[in-house]
């Protein structure tokens, strides 16, 4: 019996470096490096493989829902687009794939870097007995292979008549020059509800793969998660170019068998590829993008640390299991008609003024926010009135606003108006308020989420809840309940602590669970 050293002795280094290749996805890219970029240096990274193994597992059939979201020019197009399926077909040489990016240009690139790769030298010499590239369908946009795979490439929007695939790519979804037209990409995303997600040649066992960076709060990435169905979850693979240790999508893989299981930076600001990207080129970077375009493109959250127009550190965290005493309660609507996937928010947030010292004080008390048609949208607005006995319910005249003032301004005491000016500006003036320290929230998932909005905009998919606050906010300033001015010097100052307010604020015992449900 022949000395198992002695065999692995007789096999060559070739064969070693083959057989590596062929089990791991990140020894493959090693390898074939200098077939796909010639004369360039290879820098490697955790976050290279950490993508790799997620990549496998999709092959293996333990991930069938995969988001990966990273800053540009981190190799996500040609480990995904080019390297991924190239590998897959070493072990599943019938896997039919789909790619999709925002210019076919782009696809075309990667289709035509991966086919030359399959007729490299290298890869013919090691697995060229696996398969072979078709004559009949060997084009720059699609190829087939003797197994009966192929890889086809298109734009986003472009027809699917008749294609489809075991794994669809979706790479780099939206432009980001064209991301904040809301036109433009709720097209993208209903390209993706109506056209993409019947492409699956088997529904049951097909996978989807988005890799992307953040542009947009209501890009492809936030309107999947936030659609997302319990018994068909996503993996959700976020790698922020800056380690930040409260990012509001710590990274986390739940592959048990996954290299990484956390992000290993433990220093904030500690950066994901210091050999590609330094402190100097970074920072370059951020200044050519801006503040908004980094937060999401670089950082993976589309909005600033912090919040843009309003902050949300502003905000004052209410904790007491007692309400203040309201003395004014004012709802402030935000309606729309649809309740498709890609229409807009009907959204209501309902707030309560209190008396402290010679100030008057505003707090968030209960949110509503839902795509609903409008004779669900009519109930709800009754059901809310109902439920919290506002002494005002503040409605847009605009559209299924004016249709709900029409029906309901006999039965509940609506004010009615016409803002004066565009969302960004109304944010702008209601800023000071909360800037001021007299606006208050419960400790509440949900009011965090409307604190999240807040600070997204105008880069998010909340402007239907950020109208409803300032309005509301604005409303209040202009009543007798007027949050004080610069002008009334004569007035105490906010409280410099917190906890200084608890004791001095006449509070009622928590009867509505809506606030803390």
């Not at 390898?31 to 004369?39: D, L, V, Y």
């Not at 609506?414 to 969302?423: T, W």
């Amino acid at each position: 019996m022949m000395d198992p050293l002695a065999l692995v002795n007789e096999v060559s280094p070739e064969e070693i470096n083959k057989l590596l290749a062929e089990r791991h996805m990140h020894e493959f890219i090693h390898q074939c490096w200098p077939t796909i970029e010639p004369g360039r240096k290879f820098h490697d990274n955790w976050h290279i493989q950490s993508i790799c193994e997620h990549l496998e597992a999709v092959i293996k059939g333990d991930l069938r829902r995969l988001i990966i979201n990273i800053p540009p020019r981190h190799m996500k197009s040609l480990t995904c687009d080019v390297a991924f399926p190239t590998w897959a077909w070493i072990h599943k040489p019938e896997l039919q794939f789909l790619f999709a990016s925002y210019a076919g240009a782009l696809s075309t690139r990667d289709s035509v870097k991966c086919r030359r790769l399959i007729n490299s030298p290298w890869y013919q010499k090691n697995w060229g007995d696996k398969f072979q590239l078709t004559g009949d369908q060997n084009q720059k946009q699609r190829f087939e292979n003797t197994k009966n795979g192929h890889r086809i490439s298109t734009s986003v929007g472009g027809a699917l008549t008749g294609e489809g695939g075991d794994i669809i790519v979706i790479d780099d979804p939206h432009n980001v020059k064209e991301a904040e037209s809301e036109n433009i990409r709720l097209s993208t995303l209903e390209w993706w509800d109506t056209a993409v997600q019947s492409r699956l040649n088997d529904p049951t066992t097909g996978a989807f793969v988005v890799i992307m960076q953040r542009v947009h709060q209501a890009d492809l990435t936030g309107h999947i998660l936030a659609n997302q169905q319990a018994e068909d979850p996503w993996t959700h693979l976020c790698v922020p170019a800056e380690y930040e240790e409260n990012h509001p999508t710590p990274f986390f893989t739940a592959l048990p068998t996954a290299t990484d299981q956390i992000d290993p930076r433990i220093t904030e600001g500690e950066l994901l590829w210091p050999q590609r990207f330094t402190e100097k080129a970074l920072a370059t970077l951020k200044t050519a993008l801006g503040t908004y375009a980094s937060a999401g493109q670089l950082q993976q959250r589309p909005s600033p640390k912090g919040g843009g127009i309003i902050k949300s550190d502003w905000w004052r965290k209410w904790e007491p299991d007692a309400i203040p005493e309201f003395i004014y309660v004012l709802q402030s609507w935000d309606t729309a008609f649809s309740q498709r996937s890609t229409a807009s928010y009907s959204a209501c947030t309902t707030w309560g003024v209190f008396n402290y010292g010679s100030r008057y004080h505003i707090m968030l008390i209960h949110r509503f926010r839902d795509r609903i048609a409008y004779p669900e949208l009519r109930r709800t607005v009754r059901e809310l009135y109902d439920e919290w006995g506002p002494d005002a319910v503040l409605i847009e005249k605009k559209a299924s606003g004016q249709s709900i003032i029409q029906e309901l301004q006999q039965a509940i005491p609506i004010l009615a108006y016409s803002p004066d000016r565009d969302k960004v500006s109304r944010a702008h003036a209601a800023s000071p308020l909360l800037e001021g320290g007299i606006v208050w929230h419960p400790d509440r998932k949900w009011a965090y989420e409307v604190i999240e909005h807040c600070a997204m905009f105008p880069a998010g998919d909340g402007a239907d809840i950020v109208d409803t606050v300032t309005q509301a906010l604005l409303r209040l300033r202009k009543m007798w309940y007027a949050v004080p001015t610069e002008d009334d010097t004569e007035l105490e100052p906010p409280p410099e602590r917190e906890d200084d307010i608890y004791n001095e604020v006449n509070v009622i015992p928590m009867k509505r669970k809506a606030i803390y449900g």
